[in-house]
């Protein structure tokens, strides 16, 4: 009879545990990168909410924001569509459904006389998150000449709309503010309808690079050093590679400068303060910027910058942008050598 004997070994009951908690059995998607927090939103609701609270000063103000609407809204006049259900993101005072209501506004001696834009919008929801400056200008004529819904958002980040729910989408100096701009753009493209158009505008590039040099020269030789007075902003190619991402087909980007002549830099930050434009970079340095800084900030500015009636220039860069949702029926490019004709040949026939 032959008989064989195994030495048996108990398995340790943590073993046993570690083992089995190690082991995965699922496959899961790793969790996106953390949002850089580059503006301090809380901040900035605050300064927008306390520029609207001076109602005179904060219209008096609202000059630049009106001309850049007025300018955003004359792209419209390219296009030959009716709006039934518009979106207007980051309202502001609602400076667009002003330029929307403007009498006469294409700009071709040839048609002196034109309808306002709105009569081709059936109905404009204007969002923001600021309240007090989204009412201010409720008592004004243009809101009876338009069919316009105010609605306050709790983060302009997150756009709380079904997808396929506007047939246009129009946002005018508000997007410089946004955290996340691509996810903002990436909802907007899902909002829209099928093969219809999100026209935006935002400060861009070399806004403000008099006062930006000036800063950081006064600080350098007042304090030693310098601290971000001046929020960064995006870059004309930055805007077309972002929209792109989203999803945006057909895009046109393009750059204006608005140049704006002030007595001294101390009105030109009064304005910027008065409009809600402070800054709100979560880095900056608290408190108001000391006195001496400011006056050689004035002295600096006026010599590298001024012009020759003692007045200063600030320059704002707007970027202007469009892109259409894509569709099955949108016009597309041919590929890549399908044409019959020849370039070369047709140019040599020309000459």
């Known amino acids: 009879m032959n008989c064989s004997l195994r030495r048996s070994i108990p398995l340790r009951p943590s073993r046993i545990s570690k083992v089995a908690t190690g082991r995965r059995l699922y496959a899961f998607q790793a969790a996106a990168p953390p949002i850089h927090q580059v503006f301090n939103r809380r901040t900035k609701w605050l300064q927008r909410e306390r520029a609207a609270a001076d109602v005179e000063t904060s219209r008096v103000a609202d000059y630049l924001k009106d001309e850049v609407a007025i300018r955003l809204c004359d792209r419209l006049l390219d296009i030959k569509r009716s709006y039934p259900n518009v979106l207007d993101l980051g309202a502001n005072s609602c400076n667009v459904a002003r330029a929307l209501t403007r009498e006469n506004p294409d700009p071709n001696p040839e048609h002196p006389v034109s309808e306002p834009i709105a009569t081709r919008i059936g109905k404009l ?32 980040e997150t756009i709380p709309f079904e997808a396929n729910t506007f047939d246009l989408v129009l946002s005018s100096l508000s997007m410089h503010w946004i955290n996340d701009l691509p996810g903002v753009l990436a909802q907007i493209n899902n909002v829209l309808k099928p093969d219809c158009a999100f026209m935006g505008a935002m400060f861009g590039g070399d806004t403000l690079f ?121 016009a597309r490019p041919l590929p890549r050598g399908s044409a019959d004709i020849n370039l070369k040949d047709a140019l040599e026939k020309k000459q």
Do not use: C
């Open 125 to 156: 929801v204007a969002v923001d998150s600021s309240e007090t400056l989204l009412y201010r200008d409720t008592d004004l004529p243009f809101n009876n000449q338009i069919n316009m819904t105010r609605r306050v958002l709790t983060d302009e």
């Open 210 to 330: 008099e006062l930006r040099t000036s800063l950081q020269l006064a600080e350098q030789e007042r304090r030693g050093g310098i601290s971000p007075h001046i929020s960064p902003l995006a870059d004309t190619r930055d805007v077309g590679g972002l929209l792109q991402k989203a999803g945006f087909k057909m895009l046109t980007v393009d750059v204006d400068d608005i140049i704006v002549d002030y007595p001294d830099t101390f009105a030109l930050m009064q304005d910027i303060q008065a409009m809600g434009e402070s800054n709100a970079v979560s880095g900056r340095e608290m408190g108001a910027i000391q006195r001496d800084v400011l006056l050689a900030n004035d002295a600096i500015y006026r010599e590298l910058h001024g012009n020759e009636d003692g007045s200063i220039p600030a320059t704002f860069r707007m970027i202007f942008m469009i892109g259409w949702k894509e569709s099955e029926n949108q």
